[in-house]
């Protein structure tokens, strides 16, 4: 079974600072995608960027990029130019191209922005 | 920009009684999702439906768990005689196919209280 591990419970950054949220995961497949999601406080949880393990080139979402390590099983976050609108709850998800639509999370990360 | 609705926000109960937890999917989505989140655990995959049949569950659907798409609109969520350990976070999700990388959209979530 994949497990996808997210070693920081809270980070804290400084508004227009950059930030990286840690994402590793477990998995004996090769064929497969990676999702980080954000949820606000008291809001639904939102997709922010996505990528699928075929793609070498990392994903880019404006102010948001991946650093995905295929070989390490690795998929951090980053975050430029923090704002305060960034602060959230943020997990990490993996979801298999051969079993089903499940999404598998991380425990989640607590991002706060600091003005 | 539409959106996943779930009803209620909260529900309190008392062990052994029936609940129901309901979810409006994205009106042109044909997949759902239930997924909950224990306080402190991580978010945990319990059940995907499509075309009026579960297509996938996780082990924690028992047989105290069933869905149902009772009309064209609502997804509901039942669980027939609860148990403390049932106290979490439920989230509904829809996608609109199931194919590569698609995204999954949550709600809000209903946080249930069995006492």
């Known amino acids: 079974a994949q497990t996808v591990t997210q070693s920081q419970p809270e980070m804290s950054v400084q508004e227009a600072e950059t930030v990286t949220l840690s994402c590793t995961y477990d998995?004996?497949?090769?064929?497969?995608?990676l999702f980080w999601y954000k949820q606000p406080p008291s809001r639904q949880m939102i997709l922010v960027i996505r990528q699928e393990a075929y793609k070498q080139q990392n994903a880019t979402e404006n102010r948001f990029s991946v650093n995905f390590q295929k070989a390490a099983k690795s998929f951090s976050l980053k975050i430029s130019d923090s704002q305060l609108g960034d602060a959230a709850m943020y997990f990490c998800a993996y979801r298999s191209n051969n079993a089903g639509n499940m999404l598998t999370f991380g425990g989640g990360t607590r991002l706060m922005v600091k003005p | 920009e539409p959106e996943v609705t779930q009803t209620p926000s909260h529900q309190v109960t008392q062990m052994g009684q029936e609940v129901i937890l309901r979810c409006v999917p994205i009106s042109n989505h044909l997949y759902f999702y239930w997924y909950r989140q224990i306080l402190g655990q991580k978010v945990e995959f319990l059940v995907s439906f499509y075309n009026n049949e579960i297509s996938e569950k996780s082990e924690i659907f028992d047989d105290q768990f069933s869905v149902e798409r009772p009309d064209g609109s609502n997804f509901t969520l039942k669980i027939r005689s609860t148990k403390l350990e049932d106290s979490a976070m439920y989230f509904c999700?829809?996608?609109?196919?199931?194919?590569?990388?698609?995204?999954?959209?949550f709600g809000p979530g209903t946080r249930l209280l069995v006492l």
């Open positions: 998995t004996s497949e090769s064929d497969y995608y």
């Open positions: 999700a829809s996608s609109e196919a199931s194919g590569r990388a698609e995204t999954q959209y």
